[in-house]
């Protein structure tokens, strides 16, 4: 689920910013940026935010806050002295201008450096895990505020569910009973056409029918699913891993609502099956933002 927050901090005389982004992303997937002198916190901070994530793209961001921290001009100021020198020797040998203008000499190599800001690693440590907390505090309350609405909307589909599963058995008792009447209709056709009817063998074919169009167990495991799937929503805030089952159970919720459109020989039932199969993809696509 997507969020985001931020934190600053300051030690040693170094001002720093913390930001962290969430988006949705079937496993953890951390990304860390930071100054080239803290690198060696790297891994650490991995290991706090994967303490605290299970799922989802991560971005952390650390960087100088602004003007806190500036980077310093140095000027060697020996070696600037011995270009002059050797700029007026020259010129005076050649009897020439020996001018040198400040901006050809501070273009020179080696005159001015950038002098980068000293990050004390050890000082910064303590104050920088704390301000990585906060962050993932603050980035943790909106995804918690997301789920408990992809919450509702789950429930919602759940209940979606419960109803179609619950008209199934009555359409598929009405094909199995139609099937019934369609083999009587033709043993008593071929009763008056030939005077023959295989009684036993009409008994099986009967029988044979009402298994085949009978989803009683599918519709028993299907609705067991949606009653799991309902309790690991209310599991999913003390169990990280939630979204794993969650995957689970809806790929055996699609499994049982195949079976029964396997079995679907009427243009009503068919449409209900379908009507399940969208519910299901609906739940997938949100469910798959379930940490």
Not at 28 to 46: K, N
Not at 161 to 166: I, K, P, R
């Amino acid at each position: 689920m997507t969020g985001f927050g931020r934190a600053q901090l300051e030690a040693g005389g170094v001002g720093l910013a913390v930001e962290l982004r969430s988006v949705n992303h079937r496993h953890l997937d951390l990304s860390v940026r930071l100054p080239r002198a803290l690198a060696g916190l790297e891994p650490e901070l991995r290991r706090a935010l994967a303490a605290r994530f299970a799922r989802g793209k991560l971005d952390l961001v650390i960087s100088a806050a602004t003007g806190s921290v500036r980077a310093e001009l140095e000027l060697d100021r020996t070696l600037a002295e011995r270009y002059l020198d050797f700029v007026r020797a020259f010129a005076a040998e050649r009897g020439v201008d020996g001018a040198l203008r400040m901006g050809e000499l501070l273009a020179l190599p080696g005159i001015a450096r950038v002098q980068e800001p000293v990050l004390d690693e050890a000082v910064l440590r303590p104050a920088l895990l704390v301000a990585l907390e906060a962050a993932a505090e603050a980035a943790d309350a909106m995804r918690q505020a997301e789920g408990a609405a992809l919450e509702r909307e789950l429930r919602a589909r759940l209940s979606r569910l419960n109803e179609l599963a619950a008209e199934v058995p009555g359409l598929s008792g009405e094909l199995a009973a139609a099937a019934r009447e369609r083999l009587r209709k033709r043993a008593e056709q071929l009763r008056a056409e030939t005077g023959l009817v295989d009684e036993s063998r009409l008994a099986q074919e009967l029988v044979s029918a009402a298994d085949r169009m009978d989803v009683t167990e599918e519709v028993v495991r299907l609705r067991s699913h949606v009653a799991q799937f309902g309790a690991s929503l209310a599991a999913a805030a003390r169990d990280a891993g939630v979204g794993r089952r969650l995957e689970f159970l809806l790929q055996e919720m699609l499994r049982e609502a195949n079976t029964i459109g396997s079995k679907a020989g009427d243009a009503p039932l068919a449409h209900l099956v379908v009507d399940l199969k969208t519910e299901l993809e609906r739940i997938r696509e949100q469910a798959l933002n379930v940490e």
